[in-house]
């Protein structure tokens, strides 16, 4: 069983940046493949990024040049770096994990989930 918790979510304006941390209570961390999804209010959960072996990371198109995810196996933390944050980054973010090495964009693909943290951005 592995537990995901969240944090560094908050309120900024378009054009900040915001780092999101994900702690993960399990002695497997360097096994699992990572991954932030968002749900903003009336859509669907999306893909943001996802890290797996040797720190390989793909990203959505909507995020890719100016969100970075990151992985510290010695703090069993994985990281989502925002920058250049616009009005429709506004979302619920959840971190997810599965104990595979691969890199997967599906949230059904994901065995475990946070709570989520709200990251708004006002224009």
């Known amino acids: 069983q592995v537990q995901l918790a969240e944090s560094g979510g908050g309120l900024v304006q378009a054009g900040a940046s915001l780092r999101l941390s994900c702690a993960a209570s399990?002695?497997?961390?360097?096994?699992?493949?990572m991954a932030w999804f968002r749900q903003a209010p009336g859509k669907e959960r999306e893909f943001v990024a996802t890290?797996?072996?040797?720190?390989?990371?793909f990203y959505a198109d909507s995020v890719r040049g100016r969100f970075t995810i990151s992985k510290d196996n010695a703090k069993n933390t994985v990281y989502l770096e925002m920058n250049s944050l616009k009005p429709e980054d506004t979302a619920v973010y959840y971190c997810?994990?599965?104990?595979?090495?691969?890199?997967?964009?599906?949230?059904?693909?994901?065995?475990?989930w946070g709570q989520g943290t709200q990251v708004t951005v006002s224009s």
């Open positions: 997810a994990a599965k104990p595979s090495l691969g890199l997967f964009v599906k949230a059904i693909s994901y065995d475990y």
């Open positions: 890290i797996g072996r040797s720190d390989l990371s």
């Open positions: 399990t002695r497997t961390f360097s096994s699992l493949s």
